[in-house]
């Protein structure tokens, strides 16, 4: 185990160089997880890096015909892991091995990120940093470097929301559905952008880091079997500041699985099954009534008001909309406005542009191109040959991954402007 009284700052060229936690759940990642660990042994970074890692998956798998070949790759993984990999410093959590698992009550990938997280601050000092990382995500070399420069240049951040991007694996029908996933989440974080949401920011279990310090303060991530990684964004967005923009990027797998509730793997899984029901295209004049909504914040502070946004916060959502109390509460429109942030927070908007969904009868396809005219007009056509016939189902890959490209490109720009936006850089 590291030393609890490390020497966790280094000055190395007048930047503080911290003590640096990887923390990573894996299930049957036994043909991705070495790739991941050679990302990290090939960091630039000068100062300590740990990388803690928990094998696991519920007890019961063992019992169970199709999950207990899963329980014996997990088991010679972590033997394997036991060896040692590339002079790394790895930590291991064994909750894969016979009556060590997880009960079938509390199992999953948030109390596995958790149990990791746990660990770690029995020795991590509050200004070292954490990554969440997972097992079948890559990341260039001055990855840590990157996160490290960032969080001493803007002290103020309590978290990171990296950017991300999933590389095309070949396969026609594999990549068809990723560029259909990744559009989505385009489209959606966008729009939250826009819109200017505190809660714009992309929920990737391998897109956060923060400082222990800021872990510790909202008391991390919870346990739930999957969503964890945007519960914990919306803590700390309800907490502090987030930022967004980065010069480096991860780049998640594009493989199918089914081993988690939500996430690019289970998505890839519900397409190849014609499944989209999960993953609507939001229509923009949804996050509209949002927006409208953050402009009416100031003039709340003084009178009740009421539209459909407010009116479908208090009658589907149950959230207690007493703005007299919070007015008496909060006695400034800054604190009052947080109050309102904190009241309807990501959860409620994206429950709210999922209830709008349902009332609008337009294809996925339609929702995007609407997107797309009222933000780029014209920039659809240079990349689609014909419009009146684009589906996510025909269209050549190569039209929708250029729409993909195009979108990154465009959020990269707005992630720099919410920087912009509500940070100020320390002097060097």
Same mark, same amino acid.
């Given at each position: 185990?590291?030393? !609890?009284?490390?020497?966790?700052? !280094?000055?190395?060229?007048?930047?503080?160089?911290?003590?640096?936690?990887?923390?990573?759940? *894996?299930?049957?990642?036994?043909?991705?997880?070495?790739?991941?660990?050679?990302?990290?042994?090939?960091?630039?970074?000068?100062?300590?890096?740990?990388?803690?890692?928990?094998?696991?998956?519920?007890?019961?798998?063992?019992?169970?015909?199709?999950?207990?070949?899963?329980?014996?790759?997990?088991?010679?993984?972590?033997?394997?892991?036991?060896?040692?990999?590339?002079?790394?410093?790895? %930590?291991?959590?064994?909750?894969?091995?016979?009556?060590?698992?997880?009960?079938?009550?509390? #199992?999953? *990938?948030?109390?596995a990120r958790k149990?990791?997280?746990?660990?770690?601050?029995?020795?991590?000092?509050?200004?070292?940093?954490?990554? #969440?990382?997972?097992?079948?995500?890559?990341?260039?070399?001055?990855? *840590?470097?990157?996160?490290?420069?960032?969080?001493?240049?803007?002290?103020?951040?309590?978290?990171?929301?990296?950017?991300?991007?999933?590389?095309?694996?070949?396969?026609?029908?594999?990549?068809?559905?990723?560029?259909?996933?990744?559009?989505? !989440?385009?489209?959606?974080?966008?729009?939250?952008?826009?819109?200017?949401?505190?809660?714009?920011?992309?929920? $990737?279990?391998?897109?956060?880091?923060?400082?222990?310090?800021?872990?510790?303060?909202?008391?991390?991530?919870?346990?739930?079997?999957?969503?964890?990684?945007?519960? $914990?964004?919306?803590?700390?967005?309800?907490?502090?500041?987030?930022?967004? %923009?980065?010069?480096?990027?991860?780049?998640?797998? #594009?493989?199918?699985?089914?081993?988690?509730?939500?996430?690019?793997?289970?998505?890839?899984?519900?397409?190849?099954?014609?499944?989209?029901?999960?993953?609507?295209?939001? %229509?923009?004049?949804?996050?509209?009534?949002?927006?409208?909504?953050?402009?009416?914040?100031?003039?709340?502070?003084?009178?009740?008001?009421?539209?459909?946004?407010?009116?479908?916060?208090?009658? +589907?959502?149950?959230?207690?909309?007493?703005?007299?109390?919070?007015?008496?509460?909060?006695?400034?429109?800054?604190?009052?406005?947080?109050?309102?942030? %904190?009241?309807?927070?990501?959860?409620?908007?994206?429950?709210?542009?999922?209830?709008?969904?349902?009332?609008?009868?337009?294809?996925?396809?339609?929702?995007?191109?609407?997107?797309? +005219?009222?933000?780029?007009?014209?920039?659809?056509?240079?990349?689609?040959?014909d419009v009146s016939?684009f589906t996510f189902?025909?269209?050549?890959?190569?039209? !929708?991954?250029?729409?993909?490209? $195009?979108? *990154?490109?465009?959020?990269?720009?707005?992630?720099?402007?919410?920087?912009?936006?509500?940070?100020?850089?320390?002097?060097?």
């Amino acid at each position: 185990m590291p030393e !609890l009284f490390s020497a966790t700052f !280094l000055y190395i060229n007048n930047v503080k160089q911290m003590d640096v936690y990887f923390a990573i759940p *894996v299930l049957d990642e036994n043909d991705f997880l070495f790739k991941t660990l050679d990302c990290i042994a090939e960091q630039s970074y000068n100062g300590k890096i740990f990388v803690y890692i928990c094998v696991n998956q519920p007890d019961s798998w063992w019992n169970i015909s199709d999950k207990f070949l899963i329980c014996v790759r997990n088991e010679e993984l972590f033997h394997q892991l036991e060896q040692g990999y590339r002079g790394l410093d790895i %930590h291991l959590i064994d909750k894969t091995r016979k009556e060590n698992g997880w009960s079938d009550k509390k #199992s999953g *990938v948030g109390i596995a990120r958790k149990t990791i997280a746990d660990e770690i601050l029995m020795y991590a000092s509050d200004t070292d940093i954490f990554i #969440s990382m997972d097992a079948d995500t890559l990341f260039e070399n001055n990855f *840590v470097q990157e996160i490290v420069h960032n969080f001493h240049s803007f002290p103020e951040a309590v978290a990171m929301n990296l950017p991300y991007y999933h590389s095309l694996s070949g396969n026609e029908t594999q990549d068809r559905a990723l560029l259909r996933y990744e559009l989505y !989440l385009r489209n959606f974080m966008l729009n939250m952008l826009h819109v200017n949401s505190p809660y714009a920011f992309a929920a $990737f279990g391998s897109a956060i880091a923060c400082k222990i310090k800021d872990y510790k303060a909202v008391r991390g991530f919870d346990t739930q079997i999957a969503g964890e990684d945007f519960y $914990f964004l919306q803590k700390m967005a309800k907490y502090g500041k987030i930022k967004l %923009h980065t010069d480096v990027n991860v780049f998640p797998s #594009s493989r199918f699985s089914e081993r988690v509730a939500f996430g690019t793997g289970t998505a890839l899984a519900d397409f190849q099954k014609n499944t989209y029901r999960r993953y609507p295209f939001f %229509h923009f004049s949804s996050f509209d009534n949002i927006y409208k909504t953050y402009l009416l914040i100031d003039e709340l502070f003084t009178k009740d008001i009421e539209n459909e946004f407010l009116e479908f916060q208090k009658n +589907n959502c149950k959230v207690d909309l007493n703005w007299g109390k919070l007015r008496n509460n909060y006695k400034t429109i800054p604190m009052f406005t947080k109050a309102f942030h %904190h009241k309807i927070d990501g959860l409620r908007l994206f429950q709210f542009v999922r209830y709008a969904q349902t009332k609008l009868s337009m294809s996925d396809e339609a929702c995007l191109l609407a997107f797309m +005219n009222k933000f780029y007009p014209n920039k659809i056509q240079t990349m689609i040959e014909d419009v009146s016939t684009f589906t996510f189902q025909n269209s050549p890959i190569a039209s !929708l991954n250029q729409i993909r490209d $195009f979108l *990154v490109v465009e959020e990269d720009k707005m992630r720099k402007q919410h920087d912009s936006r509500i940070f100020t850089k320390k002097k060097e």
